[in-house]
């Protein structure tokens, strides 16, 4: 089985079970992404007999992907790759390399299998980058055998305007066995609402919903939130203006980002979009109180005033109204979270989820 994903980070966060348990049903696998080799410290020297590690480097910016000298030797080049594997089926994962492997097999019969981790049109998304993004998926679902969807959404396009073979799972799973022990004790402490937001510093992940946050004196209470993900912060930390009541910290994205939950009151992630949010099913698993938009793949896991608190996406006055409820009433936000874990456990442990996988890639 080849599996391809732009980079490696996608298969090393999310892939490497499912790999595992593929490498114990005798299933030889070949990676292809940027960074692959990376990879090859995760697995035993058993495992490693299974795997071909194939390092390639997808262009990812505008200008590369316009540039046809790069476009048309990308196809080639993983034309090449795809040919040297005449009997292996392909399982792919996010847009750019799901795009190009399709187009570099576009002329040629292949089981291709693409689990998508949510389309870039949705709900929330602009109209004309909507309809874009659309059309780009409807000419390659020639090219794909069978969809596999994370959320309700991308489920229904496939099943309404696709009419391709769709199995909706819920995400890839998560570790719940681990999750479940690591021991809490979530309660105010020096009357301040401790936040935490986790999300990849981009407009899409809603930072600027931090930002006017951060800078309202509609806050009645001492909020302290810090902001942990990957990129450039400092574009959002210069819009920050002093608040009494408001202090906000961005950082880095940690690995040990679970371990650093305990230490708050409850996790917000305001994204515009998600494909299946896994913080938020990892922090149903702990049994913290959680705060996310209506958009796709939060409101998949969350049931408003239920499990958990939903708002309108971009309604900054909406998600004041819910901290500041949350300072008076926070015991009613922990009840919360039992049915949270209830759900959680019943819907999204790695083994049930990954067995539902490999029944649908490898039959």
Same mark, same amino acid.
């Given at each position: 089985?080849?599996?391809?994903?732009? +980079?490696?980070?996608?298969?090393?966060?999310?892939?490497?079970?499912?790999?595992?348990? /593929?490498?114990?049903?005798?299933?030889?696998?070949?990676?292809?992404?940027?960074?692959?080799?990376?990879?090859?410290?995760?697995?035993?020297?058993?495992?490693?007999?299974?795997?071909? !590690?194939?390092?390639?480097?997808?262009?990812?910016?505008?200008?590369?992907?316009?540039?046809? @000298?790069?476009?048309?030797?990308?196809?080639? #080049?993983?034309?090449?790759?795809?040919?040297?594997?005449?009997?292996?089926?392909?399982?792919?994962?996010?847009?750019?390399?799901?795009?190009?492997?399709? !187009?570099?097999?576009? @002329?040629?019969?292949?089981?291709?299998?693409?689990?998508?981790?949510?389309?870039?049109?949705?709900?929330?998304?602009? #109209?004309?980058?909507?309809? @874009?993004?659309?059309?780009?998926?409807?000419?390659?679902?020639?090219?794909?055998?069978?969809?596999?969807?994370?959320?309700?959404?991308?489920?229904?396009?496939?099943?309404?305007?696709? &009419?391709?073979?769709?199995?909706?799972?819920? *995400?890839?799973?998560?570790?719940?066995?681990?999750? &479940?022990?690591?021991?809490?004790?979530?309660?105010? &402490?020096?009357? &301040?609402?401790?936040? !935490?937001?986790?999300?990849?510093? #981009?407009?899409?992940?809603?930072?600027?919903?931090?930002?006017? /946050?951060?800078?309202?004196?509609?806050?009645?209470?001492?909020?302290?939130?810090?902001?942990?993900?990957?990129?450039?912060?400092?574009?959002?930390?210069?819009?920050?203006?002093?608040?009494?009541?408001?202090?906000?910290?961005?950082?880095?994205?940690?690995?040990?980002?679970?371990?650093?939950?305990?230490?708050?009151?409850?996790?917000?992630?305001?994204? +515009?979009?998600?494909?299946?949010?896994?913080?938020?099913?990892?922090?149903?698993?702990?049994?913290?109180?959680?705060?996310?938009?209506?958009?796709? *793949?939060?409101?998949?896991?969350?049931?408003?005033?239920?499990?958990?608190?939903?708002?309108?996406?971009?309604?900054?006055?909406?998600?004041?109204?819910?901290?500041?409820?949350?300072?008076?009433?926070?015991?009613?936000?922990?009840?919360?979270?039992?049915?949270?874990?209830?759900?959680?456990?019943?819907?999204?442990?790695?083994?049930?989820?990954?067995?539902?996988?490999?029944?649908?890639?490898?039959?």
């Amino acid at each position: 089985m080849i599996i391809v994903s732009t +980079k490696e980070l996608t298969i090393r966060k999310f892939l490497i079970y499912l790999i595992r348990s /593929l490498i114990k049903l005798n299933i030889d696998i070949v990676i292809i992404s940027k960074d692959s080799l990376k990879l090859e410290k995760l697995f035993s020297l058993e495992e490693k007999k299974y795997i071909n !590690l194939i390092d390639f480097n997808f262009p990812i910016t505008i200008s590369q992907i316009v540039n046809p @000298f790069i476009f048309f030797k990308t196809l080639y #080049k993983l034309r090449l790759i795809i040919d040297n594997f005449p009997k292996h089926s392909i399982y792919i994962h996010t847009p750019i390399a799901a795009h190009l492997i399709r !187009l570099s097999c576009f @002329f040629i019969k292949r089981k291709i299998i693409y689990h998508v981790h949510g389309f870039r049109f949705h709900k929330l998304g602009n #109209k004309l980058s909507n309809l @874009f993004y659309f059309i780009i998926e409807y000419i390659l679902k020639f090219k794909v055998y069978k969809y596999i969807t994370i959320n309700k959404y991308d489920y229904d396009v496939v099943n309404n305007y696709f &009419k391709i073979k769709n199995t909706l799972i819920p *995400g890839v799973g998560i570790n719940i066995d681990y999750l &479940k022990n690591i021991k809490t004790n979530f309660k105010i &402490k020096d009357n &301040k609402l401790k936040v !935490l937001v986790v999300g990849a510093y #981009k407009k899409e992940k809603g930072y600027h919903q931090i930002i006017s /946050l951060a800078n309202s004196y509609k806050i009645n209470n001492k909020i302290l939130i810090d902001c942990y993900g990957y990129g450039n912060y400092e574009s959002f930390n210069n819009k920050i203006k002093f608040n009494r009541n408001v202090e906000i910290n961005f950082n880095n994205f940690a690995d040990n980002i679970l371990d650093k939950i305990i230490n708050y009151n409850c996790i917000l992630i305001p994204s +515009k979009r998600e494909g299946l949010s896994v913080i938020i099913m990892e922090s149903m698993a702990i049994g913290i109180p959680i705060i996310t938009t209506n958009a796709r *793949g939060c409101s998949d896991l969350i049931q408003n005033k239920i499990n958990g608190s939903l708002y309108k996406y971009n309604s900054v006055n909406d998600l004041i109204l819910i901290l500041n409820d949350m300072m008076k009433n926070y015991d009613f936000y922990l009840n919360m979270t039992k049915k949270a874990k209830i759900h959680c456990n019943e819907n999204y442990e790695i083994k049930k989820v990954t067995n539902r996988i490999i029944e649908n890639i490898i039959n």
